[in-house]
């Protein structure tokens, strides 16, 4: 699986847009970005995935460039709930023979503190 | 609906002794994934389960072993503790594994200190 680069921390405003960036330079044709959090003290929470097109639910917005090489989730209105460790990482579906897609490559994170 | 359950919730141990952990996935999940989480550092994949047997492995001693039963929860062992060991285990569940988009659902883990 391709090596993510994220920044370690970031701050951002209760009722702002939070924009978590994630570099992605090596990713793979078929392989995906994704985007966890970690709440502190809890399981890591898949938020949302995505191939080469932008990607939103009720959670967060995903933009890949065009090259793939990086992405953004943004969080479009922060709460202090939001707070917490956010996680980009890319991963191939399937590999020939192989069930690749169940391990998650887990990096550092960005840790996102949002301020009242 | 119940969600991926862990237990116990916390664990100490000492060193040299062996431990067990459990999971539950979540209903209608039949593959389970184990990490550990060292304190500060994001979650290592141990391996995970499938229709009982191991399907992947990641860089972790033979003292990690795992069990998954026909009811798909599963059970990680740890056997001859080293105090490195101290750390938070997930657990994660996923749909079939035929599925293009499976995500990971995670448990909240068991917290486990070696002494």
């Known amino acids: 699986d391709a090596k993510t680069t994220q920044p370690t921390s970031m701050d951002c405003a209760e009722g702002r847009a939070a924009n978590l960036p994630c570099n992605h330079s090596t990713i793979s044709g078929n392989e995906y970005v994704y985007w966890y959090r970690q709440i502190h003290s809890q399981g890591p929470q898949y938020i949302i995935h995505g191939l080469k097109n932008n990607e939103t639910n009720e959670m967060a917005s995903l933009i890949i460039t065009e090259d793939r090489k990086s992405s953004t989730l943004i969080l479009p209105h922060a709460t202090l709930r939001d707070t917490a460790v956010y996680y980009c990482i890319v991963r191939a579906l399937l590999l020939p023979g192989g069930t690749s897609y169940g391990k998650l490559t887990f990096g550092q994170g960005t840790i996102l503190t949002v301020h009242p | 609906d119940a969600g991926v359950t862990q237990s116990p919730t916390h664990l100490i141990k000492t060193r040299g002794q062996q431990v067990t952990l459990r999971c539950s996935p979540k209903?209608?999940?039949?593959?389970v994934s184990w990490y550990q989480q060292a304190l500060g550092q994001g979650p290592q994949f141990i391996f995970q389960?499938?229709?009982?047997?191991?399907?992947q492995r990641g860089n972790f001693p033979d003292r990690f072993s795992g069990h998954q039963f026909p009811n798909y929860s599963s059970e990680l062992n740890v056997n001859a503790l080293l105090l490195g060991d101290s750390a938070l285990y997930l657990c994660?569940?996923?749909?079939?594994?035929?599925?293009?988009?499976?995500?990971?659902?995670f448990g909240p883990g068991t917290r486990l200190t070696v002494l």
């Open positions: 209903s209608g999940h039949d593959t």
């Open positions: 389960y499938y229709e009982e047997e191991e399907r």
């Open positions: 994660a569940s996923s749909p079939l594994q035929g599925s293009s988009y499976n995500e990971q659902f």
